[in-house]
């Protein structure tokens, strides 16, 4: 592998302008396929094959012929001036005048009014109109929007208050933007208090973006094939944009130390993208593993976030891997700092770095059992982690969804937010009238329900929807325990009826999700642990440092997922991160944030370790081997970190409830391993094992590939200044 890379290093460093030529056509091409491209939609896939919710969801587009359950919707709610009621002529006329201008506008399916609905309060205070559109939300238009935005302006110029839920006028997320520039501008410093270099700090920067740009503009070309979403573009940017930076970072870092060592600047190319571009590898494919395995989860949306984010991190190893050494080539010089290039660059055995490592070797027990202790307080509240789909609630109380939400609950009930969908199947019944009737009437006396709508038959008279509006709201605990109520109760009532009955809606289909993910959770992380653990074994050579990466990476995501409930769930501190209503977490999140989580983690142990084991292959004592690894590494791991801390709390200021948690939990997460596990733990627990973490049983030594991650074939013979170096095959220990 070294040797591989090391050819490639030099021959991008030779024929740079090639390279360059090769990456403007690759991203020109994708831009061009971008431009080009018909809008992204959805291919028309359930979200989560095989829940119930979703079976009953399908149910009603196929027996409902006509009705696009997909369609964009505005609830439009009227709230009449204090002491009126909603019904008083004025505001009646206003309301009436509004559902008959909305219901003449484009793409408009039908406005309902609130008076022939019977959508008014008991106090006559609240009333609200819903206008079905024939299409998805993502297609509306803006002067489509414009039309329903006039319509409401005059109703609230009768007098009315006029607030609009619903997915019509909802702000659609957007990849990009100001998150990306916040993480860019915070990366730039960094680097450049690192490197002291404009030209060091601005290449990883110059590069990660152009990888950025790369993938995000496959991902716009080919979203109208695959239905690939525009959150699915700003986790694919997060992510490529934080990888991007640091693995360019550790390729131009290793560079200026190869030249520091006195080699030619192409040579060092070459040495730099032999060693750490062998680290840059199986980091990369460490996360790429993690991303693709939320594959094995079955939900088609978080299978395409994960593919789009793996394939962000491919471009931005191939990235560091090639243009870096270009680039590199083009400015041999420039990216050295001043002292280096006047030949005044004083090299000392001893820094940061090792004064850490030598630190922690000192005291190994008291800095593990600090890490583990600290680690485990911060991953408490993980236990009492609640799953759900945080709707217009979490909204700031300045947006006209979240007052919608909030005049609703007023006005009908915390409940009407999230009424339950009730489709009955009376195909096997003797009278469909009657046996609907029936369901409709004991699920009315259940506990926790406030009301069932008369029930609406399909034209061929045999299914029928009912609506059932529960006592308290969509992420109430008592909701749920009304949902599981009703379908324990199924049984009976299909027999005596001889109908069948399922329950959908967005309360329904939240809590089937969040129940499904919860139980993937776990085989999921055993399956992308043990792909990891085998991928380190080769890597390493060992088996101890795999098991201790894994441990690791357990507490720095539980200690994360702890952070994420006590912030976005139990609210505190929740305010000062633009939190709204704290709640349940969104049931995609955790999953979600542990796949990238443990590929960032085995990042830093790469990173890290890779150079400790490069030490130790060439000689060092394994003591020695962990303080020269952390001379080496820990001043760019720590940098590496930073930068991806800023990068992810950019996103925290992210208007996607969903993108905003990732970003926390991903700044949070990555503090925690690189900071305290990688930094701290990683070290005491080397320290205690010595020569122990590196052994290997002969027979699996004899069984495994050997990959050369450590360049020991590199370092068997002196590199020539002018030609090839004759690499020999890498020594082994």
Avoid at 281 to 293: H, K, N, R, S
Wanted: proline share 5%; with cysteine; hydrophobic share 55%.
């Amino acid at each position: 592998m070294a040797t591989l890379l090391y050819r490639l290093g030099r021959t991008a460093f030779r024929r740079r302008w090639l390279v360059v030529l090769l990456w403007a056509v690759i991203l020109g091409g994708a831009g061009v396929g971008a431009v080009a491209a018909p809008a992204s939609s959805d291919d028309g896939t359930s979200f989560m094959p095989g829940i119930e919710a979703q079976k009953a969801f399908d149910l009603i587009g196929e027996r409902f012929p006509g009705t696009d359950a997909n369609g964009a919707d505005a609830r439009v709610v009227f709230v009449a001036p204090d002491g009126e009621k909603v019904t008083a002529a004025g505001n009646r006329a206003g309301i009436d005048a509004f559902v008959t201008e909305a219901a003449g506008e484009p793409k408009v399916l039908n406005a309902v009014s609130p008076f022939t609905a019977g959508a008014v309060s008991e106090d006559g205070s609240t009333a609200y109109a819903t206008v079905h559109y024939q299409v998805k939300a993502e297609d509306l238009t803006d002067t489509d929007k414009a039309g329903l935005e006039k319509a409401i302006d005059r109703a609230r110029a009768s007098g009315l208050t006029v607030e609009v839920g619903g997915t019509a006028l909802a702000e659609q997320p957007a990849a990009g933007g100001s998150a990306e520039s916040i993480g860019i501008g915070l990366a730039a410093v960094i680097l450049l208090i690192t490197f002291g270099s404009l030209a060091a700090a601005g290449l990883p920067l110059l590069t990660a973006v152009i990888g950025v740009g790369t993938s995000m503009a496959a991902i716009m070309a080919l979203g109208s094939v695959f239905g690939l979403s525009l959150t699915t573009g700003t986790l694919a940017s997060m992510l490529g944009l934080a990888v991007g930076i640091d693995y360019a970072l550790f390729v131009v870092s290793r560079y200026r130390e190869e030249r520091a060592n006195g080699h030619a600047p192409r040579e060092s190319a070459g040495l730099a993208v032999g060693t750490a571009g062998s680290a840059v590898v199986f980091a990369g494919l460490t996360v790429v593993i993690a991303l693709a395995g939320l594959t094995v989860v079955g939900v088609p949306m978080l299978t395409k976030m994960g593919l789009c984010a793996a394939g962000a991190v491919v471009v931005a190893v191939l990235v560091a891997l090639t243009l870096v050494p270009a680039l590199l080539g083009m400015w041999p010089n420039a990216v050295l700092s001043r002292r280096a290039r006047k030949g005044r660059d004083r090299r000392t055995a001893d820094n940061g770095g090792s004064r850490w490592a030598r630190f922690v070797l000192r005291r190994p027990v008291a800095v593990l059992v600090a890490c583990v202790a600290g680690l485990g307080v911060l991953a408490l509240p993980a236990a009492h982690l609640e799953m759900g789909m945080p709707g217009a609630e979490s909204k700031p109380v300045s947006s006209t969804e979240r007052r919608a939400y909030d005049a609703l609950a007023d006005g009908f009930g915390a409940g009407f937010n999230g009424p339950l969908t009730i489709v009955v199947d009376a195909r096997g019944a003797a009278s469909a009238k009657t046996a609907a009737n029936e369901i409709a009437e004991e699920i009315g006396a259940t506990d926790g329900v406030v009301s069932v709508s008369s029930a609406q038959f399909n034209p061929a008279g045999d299914t029928a929807l009912l609506s059932v509006v529960p006592a308290t709201g969509p992420n109430d605990e008592h909701t749920k325990d009304v949902v599981r109520t009703l379908r324990s109760e199924r049984a009976a009532l299909e027999r005596g009826t001889g109908a069948t009955f399922e329950i959908t809606g967005s309360t329904a289909m939240n809590i089937d999700v969040a129940e499904d993910l919860q139980a993937a959770l776990v085989p999921y992380l055993a399956v992308i642990v043990v792909l990891a653990l085998l991928l380190l074994l080769v890597v390493f050579r060992s088996v101890l440092v795999p098991v201790k990466a894994a441990f690791g990476f357990l507490l720095s995501v539980l200690a994360a997922l702890g952070s994420v409930v006590a912030v976005f769930q139990w609210g505190w501190g929740a305010e000062f991160l633009g939190v709204e209503q704290a709640g349940p977490i969104m049931s995609l999140m955790p999953i979600f944030l542990v796949g990238i989580v443990f590929g960032l983690a085995m990042d830093y142990e790469v990173f890290l370790v890779a150079r400790m084991r490069e030490a130790y292959v060439h000689g060092d004592r394994a003591p020695q081997a962990v303080v020269s690894g952390f001379r080496h590494s820990a001043r760019v791991v720590v940098a590496a970190a930073v930068i991806m801390i800023a990068v992810f709390s950019g996103f925290i200021g992210s208007g996607e409830s969903m993108v905003k948690t990732i970003g926390f939990g991903l700044a949070v997460a990555v503090l925690f391993d690189a900071f305290v596990v990688r930094m701290a733990l990683v070290p005491a627990v080397l320290a205690l094992l010595g020569d122990k973490a590196w052994w290997l049983p002969g027979w699996l030594d004899r069984l495994l590939p050997r990959v050369d991650v450590e360049g020991a074939g590199l370092r068997a013979a002196p590199p020539v200044a002018g030609g090839e170096p004759a690499p020999q095959e890498p020594a082994r220990v």
